[in-house]
């Protein structure tokens, strides 16, 4: 399988495969460098990425984005309010998690965000193995950093309903770093400090890291997760909107399809006034037959924008300030992500830093690539240089637990924000029989939005009593792992016993190369062995096991009626092409090789095919197209192979004139 590193963006995603000879970003269908992250229901098969965005304008209520946006969460959460203003279908409540409503295959069907992101990362597993020729399994995913667990798992469960294998989740903005380091010469002894600003389509991401030779470490991280390019496109929408009303009295917001359009062209004017001082906008017939002209230059936009560019330099002050380092210290500022194209971004945060801006990287895929390196580095097949990184902990998770009889503790914060990511920490509880630890956000207030401050629950099993009747002690190790979950690695009981530890030489007896003539000096000390091992049951916001195989089974015959609609269309392809071929071939290349009669009889069954396919044989079944032209290849193959057969001969007698 191929080491693949995706990076799915609000807006577009990114897909980079790590090979032996480097990394390569993918191309899709049509040959595009990133896919656009929709996905919609028609009538009889889905939408995913290129085509979906091909018809959004004609099927906006079951065009669906957002998808980051959206997954993990519930219908009420105040985040989900607010992409309502971004996505045209019903939003509706599936089993306490957010759902769309769409018809797809004439029915009206609701689907999760979850499965609508298995959906596209189905899609996306297609084209990526279209491309390089092989099976992909083992992926890293991109996701914000601001992500809590529950959208972290929400993720991972849905890489599994697409058949992917999430080896890792890592943070945007690290895996940008990560493409930064790792093919970067350090001077030994050195750090660099880099600060990665990262402005999509829907939020705003910084990281403050630090680089050595061979390592990183994410110093702090900040965010404002309302500032993107789609918050840019929607004040400009709102302002022609409103001009439209004055100039033209008509309004877009009664009208789904013309405020679409607008926008579209919205967003078109916005990428011209990244380069040129005014854009024009033009659309025919946005509404009630009435076509619309505007102009806007560039101060038009800033001004327009204001109140999101007098935010920009909240998270960089932020991130800068919980690194701890000065402006001063800070080496150079990466900007990625689209919407850091626009001049008045890159000057604001220029002046901020007070130092010219760097674009090393490649804008738009430094995430992906830096993704496809991370999925190489845990491939056994694949060999790449070895680099350490480390993030840090965005939100303070606290474990609690019910205290026994004497246990004055009943929760401790363990992983505060700011603490290094991946990381581990042992507990000790004295317990006798089955108990439960629990894990949660310290502070729901910092989360972003109403997601649920609940991290998950563990039941560990197996303790009991010792010989004395005594509780034993638990050691309970806690983990937030590599891809930013919070869970319980391991439990196991542990006992106190006095063992013999050989003693440290002091440091200048131990030089290097001195052999010492004494034998190692060891000690006694009390020292925790470790005894039986416990089993824990998680239980967690992940979808449960028999939830995920259901919804597995149900994504898989969603791709074979997809499939099959493509296949459909490619035998209906067949058919047109061959009629069209044949009819042209029976008076040229074959004309001497059938009789008038035999011509006229197959020309009249190629018109009838033709009416065939034009009136009841539109919308066949595969089967029916495949008859179709079995019937009409029983007599044109004939014609055909006389044809085939004369050429033959003449070549055969052209070889033994050369031979003799
Ligand atoms: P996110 O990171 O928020 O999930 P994304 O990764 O899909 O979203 P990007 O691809 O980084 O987002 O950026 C897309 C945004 O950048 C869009 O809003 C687009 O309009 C904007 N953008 C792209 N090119 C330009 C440009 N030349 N000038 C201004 N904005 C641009
Ligand atoms: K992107
Ligand atoms: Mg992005």
């Given amino acids: 399988s191929g080491s693949v590193g995706i990076d799915i963006g609000n807006a577009n995603t990114v897909v980079a495969v790590a090979r032996n000879r480097g990394i390569d970003v993918i191309v899709n269908e049509v040959s595009n460098r990133s896919t656009p992250s929709l996905v919609a229901f028609g009538p ?100 914000p950093g601001w992500y809590t667990d529950a959208q972290r798992r929400a993720f991972i469960d849905a890489g599994h309903i697409a058949s992917l294998n999430p080896v890792r989740l ?44 061979g390592e990183l470490k994410v110093l702090a991280s900040a965010y404002d997760i309302h500032f993107g390019g789609r918050e840019f496109d929607h004040a400009l929408t709102e302002f022609f909107a409103k001009q439209f009303k004055e100039k033209y009295k008509i309004d877009v917001h009664e009208n789904l399809k013309a405020y679409s359009r607008v926008l579209t062209q919205t967003e078109r004017l916005k990428k011209i006034l990244s380069a040129n001082a005014t854009a024009p906008l033009n659309i025919e017939s946005v509404m009630n037959d009435v076509d619309v002209s505007s102009v806007l230059n560039r101060s038009e936009l800033e001004e327009l924008v204001k109140p999101l560019l007098d935010r920009l330099v909240v998270p960089l002050e932020t991130a800068i300030k919980e690194s701890k380092l000065s402006l001063e210290e800070i080496d150079s500022v990466e900007l990625i992500g689209g919407c850091t194209r626009v001049p008045a971004i890159k000057d604001t945060i220029s002046k901020f830093v007070g130092k010219p801006l760097s674009f090393t990287l490649n804008q738009d895929e430094a995430i992906a690539r830096g993704c496809a390196f991370v999925c190489a580095s845990h491939s056994p097949t694949l060999r790449v240089r070895p680099y350490k990184f480390e ?36 507990i000790t509880l004295f317990r006798d029989d089955t108990f439960d630890i629990e894990a949660r956000y310290t502070y729901p207030d910092t989360l972003p939005g109403a997601l649920t401050p609940w ?25 937030t792992d ?22 440290e030489e002091s440091n200048k007896e131990g030089e290097e190369g001195k052999e010492s ?25 992940a979808l449960d096991q028999s939830v995920k195989q259901g919804l597995i089974e149900k994504e898989n015959q969603m791709v074979e009626d997809d499939k099959h609609v493509a296949d459909t ?5 067949a058919l047109e092409e061959y009629i069209y071929d044949m009819r042209g071939k029976i008076d040229d290349r074959y004309a001497d090789f059938a009789s008038e009669e035999e011509k006229s009889k197959f020309r009249t069954m190629l018109d009838a095919a033709e009416d065939w396919l034009y009136d009841e044989g539109e919308d066949a079944t595969k089967s029916q197209y495949i008859a179709k032209y079995d019937e009409l290849n029983a007599v044109g193959g004939v014609i055909k192979g006389r044809y085939l057969q004369a050429e033959q001969e003449k070549r055969d007698a052209e070889q033994r004139k050369r031979d003799e």
């Fill in 517 to 541: 003539s004494q034998p190692p000096k060891s000690r006694p000390v009390k020292k925790w062995v470790r005894k039986d091992t416990l089993a824990i049951i998680h239980g967690t916001t």
């Fill in 391 to 426: 993030d840090v902990n965005q939100y303070s998770v606290t474990f609690q637990w019910e205290p026994v009889e004497g246990e004055d503790l009943s929760e401790l914060e363990v992983f505060p924000h700011g603490n290094v990511v991946p990381s581990t920490k042992i």
């Fill in 44 to 143: 009889k098969n889905r939408f995913i990425g290129e085509s979906a965005k091909t018809q959004e304008i004609t099927n906006l209520k079951n065009t669906i984005g957002s998808l980051k946006r959206i997954v993990g969460r519930s219908l009420s959460d105040p985040e989900v309010q607010y992409e309502r203003q971004f996505i045209a279908g019903e939003l509706v409540d599936i089993n306490g998690t957010v759902g769309v409503k769409v018809w797809y295959q004439g029915e009206q069907t609701a689907f999760t965000a979850t499965q609508l992101l298995a959906m596209y990362l189905s899609k996306i597993k297609a084209i990526t193995q279209a491309e390089i020729n092989m099976p992909v399994t083992d992926v890293v995913l991109a996701v």
């Fill in 482 to 503: 590599h891809s930013g979950l919070v869970t319980i690695d391991s439990a196991y009981t542990a006992v106190e016993e006095i063992v013999d530890e050989p003693v």
């Fill in 170 to 213: 890592v943070n945007e903005t690290t895996a940008a770093a990560i493409s930064y380091g790792v093919f970067r010469t350090f001077p030994e002894g050195q750090t660099k400090n880099v600060v990665f600003v990262d402005i999509g389509h829907s939020s705003y991401n910084v990281s403050v890291v630090a680089f050595k030779q």
């Fill in 455 to 479: 991290i998950g629950k563990w039941t560990i099993k197996g303790a009991k009593p010792t010989e004395k009747g005594d509780a034993p002690a638990v050691k309970i190790r806690l983990r």
């Fill in 569 to 573: 269309e490619d035998r209906k392809n």
